[in-house]
T-cell receptor
Framework: KAGVTQTPRYLIKTRGQQVTLSCSPI?????VSWYQQTPGQGLQFLFE???????NKGNFPGRFSGRQFSNSRSEMNVSTLELGDSALYLC????????????FGQGTRLTVV | GNSVTQMEGPVTLSEEAFLTINCTYT??????LFWYVQYPGEGLQLLLK?????DKGSNKGFEATYRKETTSFHLEKGSVQVSDSAVYFC????????????FGGGTRLMVKP
């Protein structure tokens, strides 16, 4: 059974650009959540999608957005990149979210220069 | 709001030593509690979980007991190995506050041969 796949693994962007990250959840999982991991702020919740609908949203500016497709694959987009957006972005999938076990991908390492 | 507090690391132990990593939480509802482990360059892996008071989660020699009276979920292992070197995160999900995981700051464990 394939795990959670995130692409790309590494990304270097320039300030002001935008970026799109992709996450393919485990087959049968309908909930996809995104987290940002930085040395200073730790792991912070961005948003959760379930059946193509955003169900929960963390405390991030509107430059951070996401969507989920009918096959449960999810993308997150960051517009007008800032240096502080440099982080490891982790995607987690679970069957229904909440108390069901979340499986994490290896993450996308974004560096903004 | 919800929060998780972990002991700061790094924790450095010799092989076969006893491990304790402290974790306390605050939550508005009745959370489920988790320990995740992150190896270098990897995403998060679920280590163990407990869904109600007095539950004990266990896996790979690690244990943690859900203590509602002290709002704690300390991680223990009787004899650590070099391969246990990683960063350990305590986390909770509180269904009264959305379906997202709230993480502690992480504790780096280094085990020396």
């Amino acid at each position: 059974k394939a795990g959670v796949t995130q692409t790309p693994r590494y990304l270097i962007k320039t300030r002001g650009q935008q970026v799109t990250l992709s996450c393919s959840p485990i087959s049968g999982h309908r909930s996809v959540s995104w987290y940002q991991q930085t040395p200073g702020q730790g792991l912070q919740f961005l948003f959760e999608y379930f059946s193509e609908t955003q169900r929960n949203k963390g405390n991030f500016p509107g430059r951070f957005s996401g969507r989920q497709f009918s096959n449960s694959r999810s993308e997150m987009n960051v517009s007008t990149l800032e240096l502080g957006d440099s982080a490891l972005y982790l995607c987690a999938s679970s069957r229904t979210g909440g108390l069901t076990e979340a499986f994490f991908g290896q993450g996308t390492r974004l560096t903004v220069v | 709001g919800n929060s998780v507090t972990q002991m700061e690391g790094p924790v450095t132990l010799s092989e076969e030593a006893f491990l304790t990593i402290n974790c306390t939480y605050t939550a508005t509802g009745y959370p489920s509690l988790f320990w995740y482990v992150q190896y270098p360059g990897e995403g998060l892996q679920l280590l163990l979980k407990a869904t109600k008071a007095d539950d004990k989660g266990s896996n790979k020699g690690f244990e943690a007991t859900y203590r509602k009276e002290t709002t704690s979920f300390h991680l223990e292992k009787g004899s650590v190995q070099v391969s246990d070197s990683a960063v350990y995160f305590c986390a909770l999900v509180d269904n009264n506050a959305g379906n997202m995981l709230t993480f502690g700051g992480g504790t780096r464990l280094m085990v020396k041969p």
